[in-house]
């Protein structure tokens, strides 16, 4: 089984609108961590916003939030006041526990969303 | 200068072909990971090392092997070199500590003939 799924291969938001980019997760582990990386045209990736399974806010960065629904397992990030330079491929990444010896560390990816800003 | 290097950034080469795939890092971590990306699949793990002595496989190790030189050098070869290995590869860093947040290179797009 995956466990990250981003099931929404691709999405279109107008500039200026504020888009949610779909993440689910499955783990049995107590402590995670959740992250997104943006990956530009140019190909690099790039850190945008994590969320700790023990926080208990939702993180933000800038326009970037993380609607972090534990229950439900997803953790959703949401992009607003879309720009232009916004218009890349969204990956959602784990990070399993720290009872997992040698794996602790490793990222576990989502297939992505590619998000396409028009103006 | 960035944190973490990769070479060559692009490599065209033939099937059968051994290549080597080098990264560098300044930021200081232990850990090193090595990930190919192939369109709609997003990006998988191939290698990780925790020190120079701790060298792991990944979900799609078969048809490469790694060395970890140093604390700072993480190579990956392709010892024969096919088609299906065309892909972007990215390797990364990752600290100890905090988040375990991954610093990743610029990538090498390797396209194998």
């Known amino acids: 089984a995956q466990k990250i799924t981003q099931t929404q291969p691709g999405m279109f938001v107008q500039e200026k609108e504020a888009v949610t980019l779909d993440c689910t997760y499955d783990?049995?582990?107590?402590?995670?961590?959740l992250f997104w990386y943006k990956q530009p045209s140019s190909g690099e990736m790039i850190f945008l916003i994590y969320?700790?399974?023990?926080?208990?806010q939702n993180a933000t960065e800038g326009r970037y939030s993380l609607n972090f629904q534990k229950a439900r397992k997803s953790a959703n990030l949401v992009i607003s006041a879309s720009q232009l330079g916004d218009s890349a491929m969204y990956f959602c990444?784990?990070?399993?526990?720290?009872?997992?010896?040698?794996?602790?560390?490793?990222?576990?990816f989502g297939r992505g969303t590619q998000l396409t800003v028009w103006p | 200068d960035a944190d973490v290097t990769q070479t060559p950034r692009n490599r065209i080469t033939k099937t059968g072909k051994r290549i080597m795939l080098e990264c560098s890092q300044t930021k200081g971590h232990d850990r090193m990971y090595w990930y190919r990306q192939d369109p709609g699949l997003g990006l998988r793990l191939i290698y990780y090392?925790?020190?120079?002595?701790?060298?792991n496989k990944g979900e799609i190790s078969d048809g490469y092997s790694v060395s970890r030189q140093a604390q700072a050098k993480f190579s990956l070869s392709l010892e024969s070199a096919i088609p299906n290995q065309t892909a972007l590869y990215f390797c990364?860093?990752?600290?100890?500590?905090?988040?375990?947040?991954?610093?990743f290179g610029p990538g090498t797009r390797l396209t194998v003939t």
């Open positions: 990444a784990m990070r399993e526990g720290k009872n997992r010896g040698s794996t602790l560390g490793r990222l576990y």
């Open positions: 969320q700790g399974s023990y926080d208990e």
């Open positions: 090392s925790f020190d120079v002595k701790d060298i």
């Open positions: 783990t049995s582990d107590q402590s995670y961590g």
């Open positions: 990364a860093t990752s600290d100890r500590t905090g988040s375990y947040e991954q610093y």
